[in-house]
């Protein structure tokens, strides 16, 4: 069964359960309702749930000037007690007074963890998967801070980016990993950092990670260089379980670790905090398909149930994660990322009729 252990928030105060949605751009308006409906037929196994539809991303921007609004923000801080994110547009080149929404929800949230399972279906329930492992991404510093400036030298434009890696940063993000380690089979944790190169910023990160291991002392600590982390993540997954990463890396090597379980389309997500968790699929806004019914909506519906999970519905989430473990193993309603001719909806509809 797809399942990642990761924190969980007390439930049992809890009488009904509220969650924001998002979809923001391209297909997140097509898989965001997709997850939702997944969650509507979990039925008894939450608490009366209510869904407020919240609004961001480079379309609103276009259409109002604000990427991010304060309305947002305010009802994810006041109203709900989750939410589900879709994906963003964000153009290539810089566009004045935009930034992206989903790293400034991440910040005004504290949402300090990325957490994105990349697992594949074993052919039967009763094998283990051939790719198991989990990233956990420091989400609020780094590169991701984006503080650039660009300057005239005596050879032309100059271009730099402060990077930004903090104890306080460092160690919350190495406590998360930990804990996933702890709860995980395999109790294994690799630091991902380049301070062969970058030996104050990685440095700081990988010594701040480590201080945190005499808390876990039934972990297994090993270190990689991110280079050769992505080159052995194509050469031999099965060397890791949990990987800790700063920011930009865990952002690479989460998306190149979705190659090896067929596509974008099922690796899911939550970006995490101490009070809140919002799930997002790893894939993008994917503009070339949006309105042809063909986005996989699994990733979004995975990360509907990692956001359960979160939040101590186990039971939810696991119907949920059951459903389209079934689903894909059969491989008769498959979409086109995965090598099917599918539509969305055909299987969504399949995953609902499992939960």
Known sequence: MFRAPIRSMATSARKSLTIGL?????????????????????????????FVDLIAGFETFTRTGVALPDETVESLQKECDSALFGSVSSPSKKVVGYSSPIVALRKKLDLYANVRPVLSVSPSPDQPSAVDMVVVRENTECLYIKQEQQTLGEHGKEARATRLITERASTRIGQMAFELAQARARKHLTIIHKSNVLSVTDGLFRESVRAVHEKYPDVTVAEQLV?????????????????????????????????????????????????????????????????????????????????????????????????????????????????????????????????
Not at 23 to 49: H, M, N, Y
């Open 22 to 50: 998002i979809p923001a751009d391209g297909i997140g308006k097509e898989v965001i309702p997709a997850a939702r409906t997944a969650i509507e037929a979990v039925g008894s196994d939450l608490p009366p749930t209510r």
């Open 227 to 355: 280079d050769s982390a992505v080159y052995r993540l194509f050469r031999e997954p099965q060397i890791y379980d949990v990987m800790v990463a700063p920011n930009l890396y865990g952002d690479i090597l989460s998306d190149a670790a979705a190659a090896l379980v067929g596509s974008l389309g099922v690796v899911p997500s939550v970006n995490a905090g101490d009070n809140f968790v919002m799930g997002e699929p790893v894939h993008g806004s994917a503009p070339d398909i949006v309105g042809q019914e063909i986005a996989n909506p699994i990733a979004s519906i995975r990360s509907a149930a990692l956001m359960l999970r979160h939040l101590g519905y186990n039971k939810g989430a696991d119907r949920i994660d059951s459903a389209v473990d079934a689903v894909v193993r059969e491989g008769q309603l498959l979409t086109p990322d995965l090598g099917g001719k599918a539509k969305t909806s055909e299987v969504v509809n399949a995953i609902v009729k499992r939960i």
